[in-house]
């Protein structure tokens, strides 16, 4: 048992704990909430007009920067767009959603349109605008999406020349060659296939693990070349002989995507099914909560929850990371907010009967 206390574990949950504080620094400042976006979402803008940071060019008009938060920062950046949405913030809602195409990730844009779709078929919800509001937010975000990809190398420009007038000998900016546009079948295979094929081996090699007790701590293969040693040694199933699996390809694969899988991988299944059970209790209370109760801008963090612990499986957000910051904070509200909204309504109660003798 004492073997689980690993640094590993350690670091989660101090995310996790860390997610919690922050909720409570919401319930005292929920303005914090618009404050970090307009903050993360002017850093990504900085970011993808001056290509510093992490940024991926892949062709004239597709490009991606995370500045140093990341890709995890556009599935994060949705429980804030949702936020905006129900907040009543279309200005927070349009620098947001352009972030969330500035960064470009997929998985987050994917997760941001299934949370969109759940406001539309919430009971309750007595948002008369949120067509319009989702529109015209998403219509600006996309200007400016292409806008900033046509104005980036002129910035870039730009600011070299501010640099050279203030004395500098070396640029400050340059553009980023990082990514290849793809064409045809070559387009297919990088992009569908090739994905595809590395998460289906990749949470193969997760069942395994979490099968064989887990590999917690230092026995975790943490490396793609670790993985490829273990999975080389083990051929788990016999699945390397019968699909022609090499050492090369596990190196490409690199790591376990679902975030059940990796977390069973290295603790085993008693732990999975212990978190699961966790998660999914909190999904079953926090939908319940969504269904009896009228649209707040606190429900963004039930719908956050619920999507990305059902749907988000190609992020292992189970392990430390902003996503198991911001599911941990979703988590807190879902878990307070029944005996919070008892008390609103006692207290409500209370001063309705005051007021009437």
Request: a positive charge; charged letters at 10%; proline letters at 5%.
């Amino acid at each position: 048992m004492l073997h689980i206390i690993e640094s590993n574990a350690v670091q989660t949950l101090l995310v996790s704990f860390a997610g919690v504080v922050a909720y409570g620094a919401y319930r005292c400042r929920p303005w914090l909430v618009a404050f970090v976006g307009f903050i993360v979402a002017g850093l990504l803008a900085f970011s993808f007009l001056f290509d510093v940071g992490e940024v991926y060019s892949y062709s004239d008009f597709y490009k991606r920067a995370y500045w140093f938060f990341g890709d995890d920062v556009t599935t994060c950046l949705t429980a804030v767009y949702i936020w905006s949405l129900l907040s009543r913030r279309p200005k927070l809602g349009c620098a947001v959603a352009t972030a969330i195409l500035l960064s470009g990730g997929r998985i987050g844009i994917i997760l941001m349109i299934i949370q969109i779709g759940l406001l539309y078929f919430r009971p309750n919800l007595n948002y008369r605008g949120l067509f319009t509001t989702v529109s015209v937010t998403i219509g600006a975000a996309v200007s400016l999406y292409f806008s900033s990809v046509l104005i980036s190398p002129t910035m870039i420009s730009v600011g070299n020349e501010v640099a050279y007038q203030l004395g500098s000998s070396e640029p400050w900016f340059q553009k980023t060659t990082n990514g290849a546009d793809c064409r045809g079948d070559n387009c297919f295979e990088n992009k569908v296939k090739r994905p595809f094929r590395i998460r289906v081996y990749g949470a193969a090699a997760g069942l395994w693990m979490t099968l064989d007790g887990g590999y917690p701590g230092s026995r975790f293969p943490n490396t793609p070349e670790k993985l490829a040693d273990l999975m080389t040694q083990a051929n788990p199933w016999g699945i390397n002989d019968r699909f022609g699996i090499t050492r090369q390809d596990w190196i490409t694969v690199g790591t376990i995507q679902s975030p059940y899988l990796q977390f069973g991988a290295g603790y085993g299944p008693f732990f999975l099914m212990v978190a699961m059970s966790v998660i999914g209790l909190l999904c079953v209370v926090g939908f319940r909560n969504l269904i009896a109760q009228p649209g707040e801008p606190s429900s963004a963090f039930v719908i956050f929850f619920g999507v990305n612990a059902i749907f988000n499986q190609t992020q292992a957000w189970l392990l430390p990371g902003p996503v198991l910051f911001v599911m941990a904070l979703c988590g807190t509200h879902i878990a307070l907010q029944p005996y919070l909204t008892g008390r609103w309504s006692d207290r409500r109660s209370l001063n309705v009967a005051v007021a009437n003798g």
